[in-house]
Each structure stands twice: as C-alpha cells, then as structure tokens.
C-alpha cells in the first residue's frame, strides 16, 4: 500500500519565522534534521533501534517545533495516514568512537 504523510512548519495563517530560542534557527528545520540525526529514535515509547519510525518522526516534529517556537509563532501540521510500522530513516546502530588523545600524552 502507499503512504502520504505531510508535515508543514505551520498552518496557512501563520507565518513562519526564527525561534526565540538563540541556535535553533527554524524550528520546524531544527526538529526535522534532529530527528532524522536520531533524537526520535524512541521517542514515541519504542525502542532505540535505529530506526527512524513515522510515528517517531510526526511525534517528535510536532512536540519539538512547538517547544523551539515556545508556542508563540509554530504550530507544524500533520495530515496522513501511515502503517504504525512505516520505517523513514533506517541507520546502522552507531559505534563508539574512541577519544584520541594529543600526542606526548
């Protein structure tokens, strides 16, 4: 079966702008790019299986868009309909990096 899922960064009476936030930027953009860097991995009380679930990445854009703007200008929309087990983002796990240490040490 096929999928349509459709995120905006805020309804068609609100204009969209930088969160009040100092770094964040946009907050839809910023909400986007974390989740798909691995912050809603598990978000919506699934496990951390790096695996990026639509139901993970809706939750978490919604959720973390809303907090960035602190509620004053972003309120993101959803409209869609996906299989609760829709994978977006599948990654390999990560692997500890080891600390490299300057050499003479």
Excluded: W
Excluded at 11 to 17: D, E, M, N, R, T
Excluded at 71 to 83: E, K, L, N, V
């Amino acid at each position: 079966g096929r999928s349509l899922v459709v995120l905006t960064p805020v309804s068609a009476s609100q204009l969209c702008g930088p969160s009040p936030e100092r770094g964040v930027g946009n907050p839809f953009t910023y909400a986007v790019t974390t989740a798909a860097q691995g912050a809603a991995d598990g978000f919506s009380g699934g496990e951390k299986n790096g695996q990026l679930e639509m139901k993970e990445l809706v939750d978490y854009v919604l959720k973390t868009a809303r907090e960035k703007s602190r509620r004053q200008s972003h309120i993101p929309q959803f409209a869609g309909d996906f299989p609760t087990d829709a994978v977006f983002v599948s990654a390999p796990p990560s692997t500890t990096s080891k600390t490299l240490e300057p050499k003479g040490q």
